[in-house]
């Protein structure tokens, strides 16, 4: 508690005020007027010629696929989104990636663009984005392998590990006319208005697999030798240039470090990036990782700016600008990569759905009010791979810019906000931003679960979105009662026009004997590490949660190492696709994690992360058992039956993390005193609660009040 307070003092509300009006709600043409004499981020806002484009900032955002682009109507609402964010400062966007033609798409609903008469949707993109001062290219994608339908091709009929089909060997035919396509997409973008495309050549797609010998296994023209391989790529390139001309900004997403066993070697990064420049291209931007390698990438745990060290290992061999990307979210993080001529640009996709107005914020001094993207991908990437709309967890508005509205109201009202955990900001800082006078009590730290969340290595990044809550319950004058538990005495006294309970979840204790055992102890102890954890460790669910536990466990028995060894990347690029052996865990701890179901454990963690998280703990040694009844705890251990035996689990420590209880004690005495409540986030529903749905909740009712 003592923190946030400290947090909250430290920033004086006239200051904000004074540093913000600048750059709040400011058109594109008025981003510079409340520029500081003395810019905090020289480097990030020292002007760039990209090809003919001026740019008063070295900030790109890059290509995120939203999910809008398959929606009927979806192309209007995708306008909103990115002209959005061109008013938020951002003078170049790169749209999610369009295939130049149906065997390309990445499932079968996803978007081409191949047709005069597709321009239109696309108009309402390069309009948004001009009228606000900015420019836009359109990323062009084939996915080659990696298409999810049976209709896919690739240079080899190789089956990627990720998709169900096994792509059909484009003939020699059909590689000059795939090149034909991507040049006819390229044109047409060039008719629908946009000031570039980015042509995309990493990440394990189409051009990818060309040039990578794992998945090229030809003897033709376009096979066999480095230089064959990469042909299809520099011909793209080339014949694009000779179509669009020279004043169309032409960018080349090169793959700089596969990731892969038999990846290129990084001679061969280089003489591609070279003829890449020589081809035609303007920029060259940074792609790390093929989609199939199980290297994590972009996820929180993945230290930020982990990977702008390939981008400045490149720079000496060309002579055009080259953007670095990946777990890049904050403007000091961009200020030192360019500062430190790492590169000439940096590629931010996520930070931009998190905070509409990073650039803006960061131009104006005011990154302390940044919504910081904390790389969850819960909201955008994990929606995308299941077919939803992408949002983000920390801006629920983003993707649903027409729909989730935070209007200044006419009639400001009241607001008694209970408990301020994610659900509770939510509410209290959108209600307090349209005009409303908001009351807020907590009883204990501000910041609710993201506070234990924090608190777990790989997931610092949540004490970020504490932080910018803080910062706006600050600038909005929000009346924070810090401390302070909410009576309902306390609550009719202040005559409310709405009341908010936020009042969260409490662990559940489960029902099993023996239960108030010394050795056990809830998740929010082992956690905050209120109680020592001992050698040998049971986990009673394996949950989200559970998972954290896990996590915190093995990252405090390790010996210290670093995470490039950890995940066996090859910083010095001595192996083929900078891949070399994962260093051993060795665990000093015995970990075994417990749940009834019969289920794989963590089945229900992000599509996009569970996968880091179960590779993490089973690499470690953590030991899962599904399908367990828990009988009863004693000195002895936990007894369970497990395939129909009885056992006993030895155990110095039981740590119990069995789901939550909502905790709505107030509800009923606020009813009975004829005080209605709004009841949201775990408070309304704890059953698969989570961060995302508990700030949605937060926001919309925020929104309706
Ligand atoms: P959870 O994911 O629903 O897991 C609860 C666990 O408790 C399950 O393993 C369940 O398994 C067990 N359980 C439930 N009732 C029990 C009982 N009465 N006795 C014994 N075991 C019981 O909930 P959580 O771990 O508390 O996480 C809360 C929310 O945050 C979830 O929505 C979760 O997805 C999210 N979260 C996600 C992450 C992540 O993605 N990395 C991390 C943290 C939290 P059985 O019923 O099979 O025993
Ligand atoms: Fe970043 Fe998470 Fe939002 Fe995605 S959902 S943009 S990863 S904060």
């Not at 307090?432 to 990044?461: C, M, T, W, Y």
């Amino acid at each position: 508690m003592k923190k946030n307070r400290q947090a909250l003092a430290h920033y004086s509300r006239d200051w904000l005020r004074n540093q913000s009006q600048s750059g709040r709600d400011s058109p594109a043409q008025s981003r510079y007027n409340g520029c500081m004499t003395e810019p905090a981020y020289p480097h990030l806002f020292t002007p760039l010629q990209l090809g003919g484009l001026q740019l008063g900032s070295r900030v790109l955002m890059g290509s995120m696929h939203t999910g809008l682009e398959e929606m009927r109507g979806g192309y209007k609402k995708l306008a909103a989104f990115y002209g959005e964010r061109a008013r938020g400062g951002v003078e170049l966007i790169v749209t999610g990636g369009i295939s130049p033609d149906f065997r390309g798409r990445l499932a079968l609903p996803t978007s081409q663009l191949s047709w005069r008469w597709q321009l239109g949707k696309h108009r309402y993109l390069t309009d948004a984005v001009h009228d606000a001062g900015s420019h836009i290219c359109l990323q062009i994608l084939h996915a080659g392998r990696y298409a999810m339908h049976p209709f896919s091709v690739a240079p080899s009929a190789i089956r990627a590990p990720i998709s169900r089909f096994t792509p059909k060997a484009l003939s020699d035919a059909g590689v000059r006319r795939s090149i034909r396509h991507f040049v006819n997409t390229a044109q047409l973008a060039q008719q629908a208005g946009y000031d570039g495309v980015e042509i995309m050549g990493s990440e394990g797609y189409l051009i990818n697999q060309f040039i990578s010998a794992h998945t090229n296994q030809r003897n033709d023209a376009w096979g066999g030798s480095f230089e064959r391989r990469m042909h299809f790529a520099v011909e793209i390139v080339r014949c694009t240039r000779e179509a669009v001309g020279k004043d169309f900004l032409l960018m080349f997403r090169l793959s700089m470090l596969d990731l892969l066993q038999d990846g290129c070697s990084w001679e061969e990064v280089v003489q591609l990036a070279q003829a890449i420049e020589q081809a035609g291209a303007d920029v060259i931007n940074t792609g790390i990782g093929w989609h199939e390698v199980r290297i994590p990438t972009i996820a929180a745990s993945v230290p930020r700016a982990a990977f702008t060290w390939v981008t400045a290992k490149l720079k000496p061999h060309v002579s055009i600008p080259l953007i670095t990307s990946n777990r890049i979210n904050m403007p000091d993080v961009a200020e030192q990569i360019l500062a430190e001529g790492e590169a000439d640009m940096v590629s931010m996709a996520r930070p931009f759905l998190a905070d509409a107005e990073w650039v803006n914020k960061a131009r104006a001094q005011q990154s302390e009010r940044i919504n910081t993207c904390i790389a969850c991908n819960q909201g955008c990437l994990d929606h995308v791979f299941q077919a939803k709309r992408a949002t983000c967890l920390v801006n629920p508005r983003a993707g649903y810019e027409t729909e989730l509205v935070y209007e200044k109201t006419a009639t400001p009202k009241t607001v008694v906000v209970v408990g301020l955990g994610p659900a509770g900001l939510s509410a209290a800082s959108i209600a307090a931003s349209r005009g409303h006078r908001v009351i807020a009590f907590e009883a204990g730290d501000i910041g609710g679960q993201f506070n234990l969340a924090s608190k777990i290595p790989g997931k610092q990044e949540f004490a970020e979105t504490v932080r910018y809550y803080l910062q706006q319950l600050k600038y909005y004058d929000v009346d924070v009662r810090a401390n302070t538990a909410a009576s309902v005495d306390v609550i009719v006294r202040l005559q409310p026009d709405a009341v908010v309970l936020a009042t969260g979840v409490t662990p559940r204790t489960p029902d099993i004997e023996g239960i108030d055992h010394p050795s056990v102890m809830s998740y929010v102890e082992a956690i905050n590490g209120d109680r020592a954890v001992g050698d040998n460790v049971l986990i009673i669910g394996a949950g989200g949660i559970g998972f954290d536990v896990a996590t915190l466990l093995v990252e405090q028995s390790l010996p210290q190492h670093d995470w490039y060894s950890q995940w066996g990347v090859d910083t010095q690029y001595r192996h083929r696709g900078g891949v070399t052996s994962p260093l051993p865990l060795q665990l000093s701890r015995r970990i075994t994690m417990l749940q009834r179901k019969t289920g794989k454990p963590g089945a229900h963690l992000g599509k996009t992360t569970g996968w880091i998280h179960r590779m993490t703990l089973r690499r470690a040694g953590v030991q899962f058992v599904s399908g367990v009844r828990y009988l009863k705890i004693d000195d002895a251990g936990l007894h369970v039956t497990h395939e129909s035996e009885t056992k006993v689990l030895a155990a110095d420590s039981i740590i119990t993390c069995a789901g939550q209880l909502s905790n709505r004690t107030l509800l009923d005495a606020l009813q009975q005193a004829g005080c209605e409540a709004h009841v949201i986030g775990g408070a309304n529903r704890a059953a698969e609660i989570d961060a995302e749905r508990a700030i949605r909740e937060g926001a919309e009712l925020g929104a309706s009040l």
